[in-house]
């Protein structure tokens, strides 16, 4: 038997804290209302398995993230290329049609 110190939630945005007494489990709301009873070595247990996994997605989306705005940016530098190659080429279009014209 031993006192847990808990925060909780009152009401939205409303925090508090509280002592159990002679708690001998934990609660834990795993999401689409499931809430399962623990033991408190089997919640900390599942909890820090929780962590690691979150820990390493987060790694991996960061990966993941930093490699689409790579490849933004180089798309970007692609579209100016391309449109830098569009200008050059109407310029000479128009160059030619230019001496062309002085020619004729």
């Known amino acids: 038997m031993q006192d847990v ?5 009152l009401a939205d945005g409303i925090f508090t804290q509280a002592t159990i007494r002679n708690a001998k489990s934990v609660c834990l709301w795993l999401g689409a209302n499931v809430m ?3 033991s408190f070595e089997e919640a900390i247990s599942l909890l820090e398995s929780n962590l690691e996994n979150a820990t390493t997605s987060l790694e991996n989306i960061t990966n993941d993230l930093q490699f689409l705005r790579d ?3 180089i798309t970007q530098v692609m579209m100016a290329r391309v449109f830098n ?11 030619t049609l230019d ?3 002085v020619g004729a």
């Not at 110190?5 to 939630?9: G, K, L, P, R």
């Not at 190659?85 to 160059?95: A, F």
């Open 99 to 101: 001496v062309e014209k």
């Open 5 to 9: 110190n808990v925060d909780f939630e």
């Open 85 to 95: 190659y569009d200008v050059h080429q109407r310029r000479l279009q128009r160059l």
């Open 36 to 38: 399962m009873e623990y």
């Open 71 to 73: 490849q933004v940016t």
